[in-house]
Nanobody, 125 residues
Framework: QVHLVESGGGLVQAGGSLRLSCKAS????????LGWFRQAPGQKREFVAA????????YYADAVKGRFTISRDYAKNTHYLEMTALRPEDTAIYYC??????????????????WGQGTQVTVSS
């Protein structure tokens, strides 16, 4: 089992920045891929970004490429989503997730094994 807790959400003006953190506990020694998803009101949950266990490969949704950066700190069992040039359409609840390697490597799908509780990001215009 892996337990994930997000933090760092909040209210920011358009053009501003936020950094989300996702702290993992439990079986953190396994080779999990890590991802971020978001869900806006009335919308389906969508993929935002992901990073492979080795950190060598990152994936981004087209809507956030060039503005968001995903990274991980193995020593702290934490991964991050650095968000810059935020837009009102980035407003959503952001969820972090962990993908067990036994479940495959579809980092952009939503078949992750563990999910955090979500953190609200609101971007005002």
């Amino acid at each position: 089992q892996v337990h994930l807790v997000e933090s760092g959400g909040g209210l920011v003006q358009a053009g501003g920045s936020l950094r989300l953190s996702c702290k993992a506990s439990g079986r953190t020694d396994d080779h999990y891929g890590l991802g971020w998803f978001r869900q806006a009101p009335g919308q389906k949950r969508e993929f935002v970004a992901a990073i492979s266990w080795a950190g060598q490969t990152t994936y981004y949704a087209d809507a956030v490429k060039g503005r968001f950066t995903i990274s991980r700190d193995y020593a702290k069992n934490t991964h991050y989503l650095e968000m810059t040039a935020l837009r009102p359409e980035d407003t959503a609840i952001y969820y972090c997730a962990a993908l067990d390697p036994l479940s495959g490597n579809d980092y952009e799908g939503d078949e992750y094994d563990y999910w955090g509780q979500g953190t609200q990001v609101t971007v005002s215009s």
